[in-house]
C-alpha cells in the first residue's frame, strides 16, 4: 500500500488491483530479467535464467564486485557491474518473456577462501531503451559463503 508506481513486467497479478493510490505500468514489449537459480553449496548446481523478447539478443555480462552507476548514452538503466573487473561477457538470444534462456554451471568443489567473492550477472539488450539505446536488465548477485 501507498503512494508510488509498481512495474509489471510479462507477469500477472492476482488481484489485478492494487488500490488507487499506486499506479500499475505494463511496458509493452515486457521489460528483459534475469535471475539466478540452485544451490549456494560446494558443487551446487547454479542456473542463470534470461527472460525477454523472443528472437532479441541479449550481452550477458559478469565480473567481481557489484558496483552501481548509470551513464548518458547508449545505455538505459542502472548498471551494476564493475566493468573494471569483468569475467565473462556472452552473447546470447532470447528465447520468450515465459521460456528462459538458460546456462547453468557448478560451483567450485571447494570454496575455502573464496568466501566473501560476489560475482555480479547482469543482461544488456540492444535496441529495447530509448533512441534505440541498450537497455540494461536488473542484476542477479552470487555471493560465496
Known amino acids: 500500500s501507498g503512494w508510488g508506481t509498481l ?8 488481484p489485478e ?18 535471475n539466478l537459480v540452485g ?3 560446494p558443487g551446487a548446481l547454479k542456473r ?10 541479449m550481452w550477458v555480462f559478469a565480473s567481481l564486485n557489484p ?5 548518458p548514452g547508449p545505455v538505459d538503466g542502472t548498471i551494476w557491474l564493475d566493468l573494471g573487473t569483468p569475467v ?5 538470444v532470447l528465447q520468450g518473456q515465459q521460456l528462459a534462456q538458460n546456462f547453468t554451471f557448478t560451483m567450485p568443489a571447494v570454496l575455502t577462501g573464496f ?5 555480479t550477472f547482469q543482461g ?9 539505446n541498450f537497455l540494461a536488465t536488473n542484476p542477479a548477485h552470487l555471493v560465496v559463503r
Open 7 to 14: 512495474t509489471l513486467s510479462g507477469v500477472s497479478t492476482s
Open 17 to 34: 488491483n492494487f488500490g488507487a493510490q499506486l499506479d500499475v505500468v505494463e511496458p509493452v514489449p515486457a521489460q528483459p530479467l534475469i
Open 39 to 41: 544451490g549456494d553449496g
Open 48 to 57: 542463470l535464467n534470461l527472460y525477454g523478447p523472443a528472437g532479441a539478443p
Open 67 to 71: 558496483a552501481q552507476f548509470t551513464v
Open 88 to 92: 565473462l561477457i556472452l552473447p546470447t
Open 115 to 119: 568466501e566473501g567473492v560476489v560475482v
Open 124 to 132: 544488456f539488450v540492444p535496441g529495447m531503451g530509448a533512441s534505440g
